[in-house]
């Protein structure tokens, strides 16, 4: 990324992530990715601080680590809880900064995305940690130091003097160049200036008159701005569809290539990276699948030799075995001769070499460049017949090998299937309602209810239309339910599921084996946080105003059912005429004695006896506490 690219993400995250509060850090140490989980009023983010190469939210999935790293330890004692209160840019470089606050203390965690780039966090300018230490000519980061930036060349185009410009223009360089290294522009930014002041990137800077230096400095302005703007995010493609780069807006300098425009700078960052590393991990795999296929060759050349060296040994103990065996009476007296310290005689390919008496005596024989060795009081009969058994050992020898090079002839010519590393998945975003209990009535409306006190403040607040009905009861701790669509046009059939639903999950009520409740409901503008004088409203009450809709006898029973939504299948819990029109596979349960995790093993084992073949597996692997969490009270029994 390019200080241009950093000023366009920085510029977005700033507007979307002051507030989010830290919820866990991770740090991924095969990548040196630093990720912060936030939490940003109903969403959750996974946020990237990648040293050396990328800041921005991912989509994508990530696998964390088990068990924390010691830095990712230090910035969760540090951090974890704390609030996002700025996203800025130190001056015009390549390094992020994010200020947090936690409790009283103030945070600055920085990402260096310079070459030996770095994760720093700071407390009032002091190192708190570090992902590298570093001991460098010009500064350590080094725990308990002063941060101390990086040195810098690089200029804000809105700081940047004409008179400096003009000084700098004053070399035997091109302009291109010094506008990519003197000022620290980079490519393809520094091409994109020079096209928009009308001037030659190739052209000597020195050459650049008064009215030249202006037009490239009003063009550095120009391009910064636009940056920042995010007009027209792109990445931008060659002929052959490979990456070759990306900006904030329409560059010129590649209006040759083919380019894909998004919505903004997070997502673009995301997806080029991404892509990116996909990349590279493929080109990392087949460089090590091509040295495993060289090293697969090299090994079958060297057995094949062995395995011919074999063969040439086999036929030359065979030819010296037959002459043996053609002259047996002369090589015994040969034998004999050298026994008695006589000349050594040739036969053919046979040559003695030695002879030894005595009861550890040997008989040396040199056969075709190969010595062999014989007890001394071998005869000639013996010692001709065992040259046929090596030469025949050589043989069964080489077929084994030449099995072998034969698989691994066959090992060199497949071609490896990719393994690994597949292209990175996107993670599935939760829709707002995920966070809460809820379901889709018999007629299609959702309708959704609080956890607890602050859920039901988040539901009515944050989620609710003014014409939406909210259900409660009367019973203390009882959930808001709110249903997604107008009062005058939601049917009956779906007020009285959401009034089931109200009454269920009003806690008392389940645990002291109500049957069932009256629950009332009203529009969300009824619904007030201004309390009568001299009264307090707590976390999740509200005041209502005006006339309220009851619904009498609400029954405290619920379906727990196998849902197919979208592919997935899904347990729900939700009233029985809603969990019907989407399964069959389903049980009632209602308040009683049994204890939740009990039961929620004998829901399960029902269920698996009631689906069909082909979903008794995935229901089998739905774990036991999934079922147990959307079931209410500590307790019930099926109906």
């Not at 010691?70 to 004692?77: T, V």
């Not at 004998?602 to 698996?608: E, S």
Request: charged share 30%.
């Amino acid at each position: 990324m390019t200080s241009f690219d950093v000023a366009a993400v920085v510029e977005e995250l700033a507007g979307r992530l002051v507030g989010a509060r830290v919820m866990n850090v991770y740090h991924l140490a095969d990548s040196q990715a630093v990720i912060l989980r936030l939490r940003l009023e109903d969403q959750k983010e996974l946020l990237v601080l990648q040293a050396a190469r990328k800041v921005c939210l991912t989509q994508y999935e990530v696998a964390v680590p088990k068990a924390p790293s010691q830095f990712a330890a230090q910035l969760r004692r540090e951090v974890n809880g704390g609030v996002i209160e700025g996203v800025s840019q130190l001056g015009f470089d390549r390094i992020v900064s994010i200020k947090i606050r936690a409790g009283e203390r103030r945070f600055e965690l920085l990402a260096e995305l310079l070459p030996r780039g770095n994760v720093v966090l700071l407390e009032e300018g002091v190192i708190k940690a570090a992902l590298f230490r570093r001991a460098m000519r010009d500064r350590r980061v080094w725990k308990g130091e002063r941060y101390k930036p990086p040195p810098s060349n690089t200029l804000h185009p809105e700081e940047l003097r004409r008179e400096d410009l003009a000084a700098l223009l004053d070399s035997d360089e091109s302009v291109g160049r010094v506008l990519a290294r003197r000022l620290g522009y980079g490519p393809p930014y520094a091409d994109e200036i020079c096209i928009r002041a009308g001037v030659g990137a190739g052209e000597p800077a020195s050459a650049m008159g008064p009215e030249e230096t202006r037009r490239i400095l009003d063009s550095a302005r120009k391009v910064c701005a636009m940056a920042k703007g995010r007009e027209s995010p792109r990445i931008y493609r060659d002929s052959n569809g490979v990456l070759v780069g990306f900006s904030p807006f329409e560059l010129l300098a590649y209006s040759r290539h083919s380019h894909e425009e998004y919505g903004t700078m997070n997502q673009l960052v995301d997806d080029y990276f991404a892509e990116l590393e996909a990349a590279e991990k493929r080109a990392m795999r087949e460089k090590a699948r091509a040295e495993d296929e060289e090293k697969r060759r090299e090994s079958v050349r060297r057995l094949k030799e062995t395995a011919d060296e074999m063969l040439r040994r086999a036929k030359s103990l065979r030819e010296a075995g037959s002459a043996l065996f053609g002259n047996l009476g002369a090589f015994q007296e040969a034998v004999d001769s050298a026994r008695s310290g006589k000349e050594a005689a040739t036969f053919g390919p046979v040559k003695l070499l030695e002879a030894t008496g005595g009861k550890e005596g040997k008989l040396k024989v040199d056969v075709s460049g190969n010595v062999l060795e014989f007890p001394a009081n071998a005869d000639a009969a013996k010692i001709a017949s065992s040259l046929f058994d090596e030469a025949k050992r050589l043989e069964r020898d080489r077929e084994k090998l030449a099995a072998k090079i034969g698989e691994r002839e066959r090992m060199a010519g497949r071609v490896k299937e990719e393994t690994g590393a597949e292209a990175p998945v996107k993670r599935k975003r939760k829709a707002w309602y995920e966070s809460y209990r809820w379901f889709t009535s018999s007629d299609g409306i959702l309708v959704v209810c609080a956890r607890d006190a602050s859920s039901n403040e988040a539901l009515v607040k944050k989620h609710s239309k003014p014409e939406n009905p909210v259900f409660h009861s009367e019973v203390t701790g009882a959930p808001f339910v709110l249903v997604q669509a107008d009062s005058e046009k939601v049917p009956q059939s779906t007020l009285e599921e959401a009034a089931q639903m109200a009454a269920s999950y009003t806690t008392r009520a389940w645990q002291a084996g109500y049957s069932s409740l009256d629950v009332f409901w009203v529009r969300a503008s009824q619904l007030t946080k201004t309390p009568p004088s001299g009264e307090y409203l707590g976390s999740g009450a509200f005041v209502v105003r005006g006339r309220k809709n009851y619904i009498r006898g609400s029954r405290l029973m619920l379906a727990v059912g196998a849902v197919r939504e979208e592919g997935a299948l899904r347990i729900v819990a939700a009233p029985e005429r809603a969990v019907a029109s989407k399964t069959a596979t389903y049980v009632r349960i209602a308040p009683g004695s049994i204890e939740k995790r009990k039961l929620a093993q004998m829901v399960k084992a029902r269920l698996v006896a009631l689906a069909p073949s082909d979903e008794k597996r995935e229901i089998e692997a739905v774990p036991t506490g999934d079922i147990s969490s959307i079931m209410p009270g500590k307790s019930g029994e099926i109906v």
